[in-house]
């Protein structure tokens, strides 16, 4: 995209040593509270999902959850949820990701999305990739097509790009170190 | 209000036995996967929050999110998230509220509402509502008024309008028994 969304990094906070000593955690909480920030990054989100001709947003929990629903509301779309274990409560289907050490699971329900449909998947940051790489594995065990991965934020310095090199990946700001 | 949502009903999928054996879990997921459906309980939520000019959205942690998150893009307001201890970076207050057993808390940063702000909180479903009594709160510790609260769901056969009682509430839909 021509587009630039460089104005957003004014509304992330950045947090030193959180959630451990030495991370630089980037803190979305301070773009959501303002409206012209949320907006905007909203606008950027949009315009590739437009692009992407997406019929489904799928938001990954929970962060995801914020920016993936105030999308599929803009697109007439409907949204479901990726969620940890044991928080949905009909049929799920899973995926298994790494974790710096050992492995999580994210679900989805099983009519979460439809033969065909085209999906978003939407998330706050890409970081590893790890768990967006199980949710669009989730969404093509339901028959449903990747349209597109959309997240604020990318941390170029993570190797999430090739988990998901099969994908047409937008990212509206990127932080090249933490 | 006048107009009724009892509409919504039809997109709520009741699971038996969720989370536990004899709990009847309203699962509000094909609610918010269909376009019309989600669209609907949005536009209940925004003719309320606009009655009670409220000017910030509080979501409440995580399916608050989703609703929470919408309407504050239909407002133009912002909004902050309430969160699970441990999960905001900055710093925070916190709230007690009881459980079935023990006790559990909720956070908000300390520049998630600023004074004088007009909040409307928001969560998909009241229960106890103990949550909402201790993110209400918090809004009120730092300053703002609770201009109402909002959710999709009153399962009016539980406790919460005592501990609501001094607060604006507006639900769309009731069911009065598990």
New interface residues.
């Given amino acids: 995209m021509a587009e630039t969304y460089d104005e957003l990094k004014r509304y992330i906070?950045s947090?030193p040593d959180?959630?451990k000593p030495g991370i630089n955690?980037y803190?979305i909480?301070?773009l959501?509270?303002?409206?012209v920030g949320?907006?905007l990054a909203?606008d950027g989100m949009e315009k590739f999902a437009r692009a992407k001709e997406a019929n489904?947003i799928v938001?990954v929990?929970?962060?995801g959850?914020?920016?993936?629903?105030?999308l599929?509301?803009?697109l007439?779309?409907?949204?479901?949820?990726a969620r940890k274990p044991?928080k949905?409560?009909?049929r799920t289907i899973s995926a298994e990701y790494a974790l710096e050490y050992g492995t999580d699971r994210l679900e989805l329900?099983e009519?979460?999305v439809k033969t065909g449909e085209r999906v978003l998947i939407v998330d706050d940051l890409i970081a590893t990739g790890g768990t967006i790489e199980a949710v669009a594995g989730m969404v093509e065990k339901l028959n449903a097509t990747v349209a597109g991965i959309s997240a604020v934020i990318d941390l170029s310095f993570l190797p999430w790009r090739e988990k998901l090199n099969r994908f047409e990946v937008n990212c509206l700001i990127t932080f090249d170190s933490e």
């Fill in positions: 906070r947090v959180f959630p955690f803190d909480t301070t959501m509270q303002d409206p949320f907006a909203l489904k938001a929990e929970s962060r959850f914020l920016f993936g629903a105030a599929a509301d803009r007439k779309t409907g949204v479901a949820i044991g949905l409560p009909y329900h009519d979460a």
